[in-house]
């Protein structure tokens, strides 16, 4: 075989090789647009004693919909109608939104973990059948990757590891610090917010490539 052809193949195998790291670092991503989340004491209050979310379409993660149910948030500056809330109903109130949403609302929610509202900002939610004040619950959600056990020893990562994700289209964007979260009941997804989505031109569809950092961070 002379050098021409064995440099022939070392080059496609090369390629083939690129291709499958490719691959196996590929992440499926969503836009999470603002929601809430709500417990079943503010449900009540909100809707009326006794009152069940209602589903309107189901979600990517396992057993979680989008409910018929909206609510209006308020905040020192101002208001936003329809704010979808999300089922079933969970220990903790939680309100997310994007920075330019918080903007409007004339609030400062801190860049947070989903489910770590302590000291968070407070936001006031207005339903059919009442209004409440949470003196904390409204955050920014960080950007982060759910994830089964097994994704996470393909991708060679652990719960609570920040990755960097760099999306793939028209304008590829690297987010940085990304928040690996590992459950069984999870499915693969990177879940971003409207801001970021709109920063890199991504809609919910669109895959990043995994990469890790030389530390753990």
Do not use: W
């Not at 006794?50 to 979680?64: D, H, R, V």
């Not at 917010?193 to 961070?217: H, P, Q, R, V, W």
């Amino acid at each position: 075989m002379n050098k021409q052809a064995i440099q022939s193949i070392v080059a496609e195998v090369v390629q083939q090789l690129s291709q499958t790291t490719k691959q196996s670092n590929t992440v499926p991503m969503a836009v999470s647009a603002r929601h809430c989340h709500l417990s079943i004491e503010d449900v009540e209050a909100l809707f009326g004693a006794g009152y069940e979310l209602t589903k309107k379409s189901g979600l990517s993660q396992p057993g979680q919909f989008a409910a018929n149910e909206t609510v209006t948030i308020v905040g020192p500056k101002g208001s936003i109608e329809k704010v979808r809330v999300l089922g079933p109903a969970r220990n903790i109130t939680q309100v997310e939104v994007s920075k330019t949403d918080s903007i409007k609302l004339g609030a400062v929610p801190p860049l947070r973990e989903s489910g770590d509202i302590r000291n968070s900002e407070a936001i006031t939610l207005v339903g059919p059948k009442g209004s409440i004040y949470k003196k904390e619950g409204l955050i920014i959600a960080r950007a982060h990757i759910h994830m089964t056990p097994g994704n996470a020893e393909a991708y060679g990562v652990k719960n609570g590891q920040c990755v960097r994700i760099t999306s793939q289209g028209e304008r590829p964007t690297t987010l940085e610090r990304v928040l690996i979260r590992v459950s069984p009941k999870f499915k693969l997804e990177m879940h971003i917010d409207t801001d970021e989505a709109n920063a890199g031109l991504i809609s919910t569809g669109a895959t990043g490539i995994l990469s890790l950092y030389e530390e753990a961070l």
